[in-house]
């Protein structure tokens, strides 16, 4: 069994698509997962499986949540390996770090969508795309950015989903 981290993209926002903790993690029990853990209400999950591949774990817990909850979202699986590399490869400083985004794509984009897309300049925000994940930091706080997460998907034709520092840094104590 393998240790895996699901991030499910759009639930509980403003009210929208109400999936409640609890009963996804009946869900994803009753899909087959082991050791089923979520973090805070916003799609983020640790489990157990024997299953090897990222993508159809992605496609039996979008099913599972479209069966019960009647809606269909992203999800993007990572090996809690997968997701530890990335963290630890973030380009940062330290200071910088504890600060930042990762937004994690669910594949590694072409090479000149990225350089056409690395060409963006936005006053007080820093990005740099590698491989799979884009590292995010603001100096005035994400609240407050013009990084424009859909028109970036939209550019580099993948999707994605975020989590700050800390919910990535949670995410990988739990097991």
Do not use: W
């Amino acid at each position: 069994m393998k240790t895996y981290i699901a991030l499910i993209r759009g639930i509980n926002v403003g009210g929208h698509k109400k999936v409640p903790m609890a009963v996804l993690r009946d869900v994803l029990d009753s899909i087959g997962f082991k050791d089923v853990k979520t973090y805070i209400q916003s799609g983020n999950v640790v489990f157990q499986s024997s299953e090897n591949n990222n993508r159809n774990l992605e496609g039996a817990i979008s099913k599972g949540i479209e069966s019960h909850f009647g809606f269909n979202v992203p999800v993007l699986v990572k090996t809690k390996e997968e997701l530890q590399l990335i963290f630890d490869s973030c380009v940062f400083s330290e200071e910088k770090k504890v600060k930042s985004y990762f937004i994690l794509l669910d594949q590694v984009p072409d090479a000149n969508l990225v350089k056409e897309v690395q060409a963006i300049i936005i006053e007080n925000e820093t990005f740099s795309i590698v491989n799979n994940c884009i590292y995010f930091y603001s100096s005035v706080g994400y609240g407050r950015t013009k990084f424009n997460m859909a028109s970036i998907e939209k550019k580099l034709k993948v999707n994605a989903t975020s989590r700050n520092y800390n919910t990535i840094s949670k995410l990988l104590k739990l097991d």
